[in-house]
T-cell receptor, first 119, second 115 residues
Framework: GAVVSQHPSWVICKSGTSVKIECRSLDFQATTMFWYRQFPKQSLMLMATSNEGSKATYEQGVEKDKFLINHASLTLSTLTVTSAHPEDSSFYIC???????????????FGPGTRLTVL | AQKITQTQPGMFVQEKEAVTLDCTYDTSDPSYGLFWYKQPSSGEMIFLIY??????QNATEGRYSLNFQKARKSANLVISASQLGDSAMYFC????????????FGGGTRVLVKP
């Protein structure tokens, strides 16, 4: 089946530093990728929609200058948390949408998540 | 706007018994999809089952079945013959008919299967 990977799976950083999280679709091309954030014992909240070759669309309340998203190819999207602070500590999950008409149809596959801890 | 409500924050179920997880939704879209995902403690989101708003029959996938009542705007998940490995968080989600469009998630229900 379709596989989505994330790297790193967990990261600890100091306050004020920037952290980059990669989301890759390993065996299919993804025109669209989504970035979610999940706090402990809470649901997933969509942060932004990332389309290959164009600017990401951010959900209301998400700071686009804080969470930089780059979707440079059909298999890779990156989320950079700039000048991270302890309140940015969370579980970040990406998902990838398969190209319509491709082997995997039109559905959304999730990565395993990245746990970010900012000290 | 779309809204998903899961009223059961947590529940216990005896191994080998069936369990029903509630999900109600609200949307003004005439065409939509309803999804259930399982999230074990490892954090990964595992797709379980999908129901389209115009599908005539309730969806089934192995031990999972979806009790879709369109008039009531409910899409309850039924897990039959519960196994210890079913212990996890379960999220109901909805979105435009194609799963590839952005999803709105409910608050989740934690299921603990007792041996």
């Amino acid at each position: 089946g379709a596989v989505v990977s994330q790297h790193p799976s967990w990261v600890i950083c100091k306050s004020g530093t920037s952290v980059k999280i990669e989301c890759r679709s390993l065996d299919f091309q993804a025109t669209t990728m989504f970035w979610y954030r999940q706090f402990p014992k809470q649901s997933l909240m969509l942060m932004a929609t990332s389309n290959e070759g164009s600017k990401a669309t951010y959900e209301q309340g998400v700071e686009k200058d804080k969470f930089l998203i780059n979707h440079a190819s059909l298999t890779l999207s990156t989320l950079t948390v700039t000048s991270a602070h302890p309140e940015d500590s969370s579980f970040y999950i990406c998902s990838a949408r398969a190209v319509i008409g491709g082997e995997y149809g039109d559905t959304q596959y999730f990565g395993p998540g990245t746990r970010l801890t900012v000290l | 706007a779309q809204k998903i409500t899961q009223t059961q924050p947590g529940m216990f179920v005896q191994e080998k018994e069936a369990v029903t997880l509630d999900c109600t939704y609200d949307t003004s879209d005439p065409s939509y999809g309803l999804f259930w995902y399982k999230q074990p403690s490892s954090g990964e989101m595992i797709f379980l089952i999908y129901q389209g708003s115009y599908d005539q029959q309730n969806a089934t996938e192995g031990r999972y079945s979806l009790n879709f009542q369109k008039a009531r705007k409910s899409a309850n998940l039924v897990i039959s013959a519960s196994q210890l490995g079913d212990s996890a968080m379960y999220f109901c989600a909805m979105g435009p008919r194609a799963a590839g469009n952005k999803l709105t998630f409910g608050g989740g229900t934690r299921v603990l299967v007792k041996p």
